[in-house]
């Protein structure tokens, strides 16, 4: 079955640094990738849909300078959380689509936390 | 935006059936999705339908009635290892999707 792998799976940051986190198709190509993120005993919320070769599109409330999204190639989208503070701690979920759109395959999850 | 409701907790005994309601309204729709996550891990795939109707997969069934945006997942002969969350997920005209809070589900002995 199609993998997404997401690296790294967890992070520790100082606050105001910035963090990469790297979101794979390995065995499809990925037209779209969606870029979720969860808080404890919460649902996951989308934060913004990344089309390859095009800029990613935010949901409502989620701040594009902060939360940079770059989807270079049909296997490869990244999110950079840009000057991260302890409130961007949280579960960051990728997922990913080959166009068939009959399933959105979800990576194993990055797990951010801001000191 | 998308409104989803489904049951927060729901509590079994081992080999026992649950079935976890959902009920949505949403921009357009293109399909329901049903995940399991357990915690600390990304959700796992368990079901799609876009068609009326039941689809029924081992132990998992899922129901679907677009025209009363209401969707069902019902789990048969419970073991512990489905204590989990259990989410409903439309999709909407843009294939976003779309997550409820989750039904917590556990399964006593």
């Known amino acids: 079955g199609a993998v997404v792998s997401q690296h790294p799976s967890w992070v520790i940051c100082k606050s105001g640094t910035s963090v990469k986190i790297e979101c794979r198709s390995l065995?499809?190509?990925?037209?779209?990738m969606f870029w979720y993120r969860q808080f404890p005993k919460q649902s996951l919320m989308l934060m913004a849909t990344?089309?390859?070769?095009?800029?990613?599109?935010?949901e409502q409330g989620v701040e594009k300078d902060k939360f940079l999204i770059n989807h270079a190639s049909l296997t490869l989208s990244t999110l950079t959380v840009t000057s991260a503070h302890p409130e961007d701690s949280s579960f960051y979920i990728c997922?990913?689509?080959?166009?068939?759109?009959?399933?959105?395959?979800f990576g194993p999850g990055t797990r951010l936390t801001v000191l | 935006g998308q409104n989803i409701d489904q049951p927060t907790e729901m509590t079994a005994t081992e080999g026992a059936i649950v079935q976890i309601n959902c009920t949505y309204q949403?921009?357009?729709?293109?399909?329901l999705f049903w995940y399991q996550q357990h915690a600390g891990e990304a959700p796992t795939f368990l079901s799609y339908?876009?068609?009326?109707g039941l689809e029924e997969k081992g132990r998992f069934s899922s129901f679907l009635s677009r025209s009363k945006g209401y969707s069902y997942l019902l789990l048969k002969e419970l073991q512990m290892k489905d204590s989990a969350s259990y989410l409903c997920?439309?999709?909407?005209?843009?294939?976003?999707?779309?997550f409820g809070a989750g039904t917590t589900v556990t399964v006593r002995a």
């Open positions: 997922s990913a689509t080959d166009g068939s759109y009959n399933e959105q395959f």
């Open positions: 065995d499809f190509q990925a037209t779209t």
């Open positions: 990344s089309n390859e070769g095009s800029k990613a599109t935010y």
């Open positions: 949403t921009s357009g729709f293109n399909g």
């Open positions: 339908n876009v068609l009326d």
């Open positions: 997920a439309p999709w909407d005209n843009d294939y976003k999707l779309s």
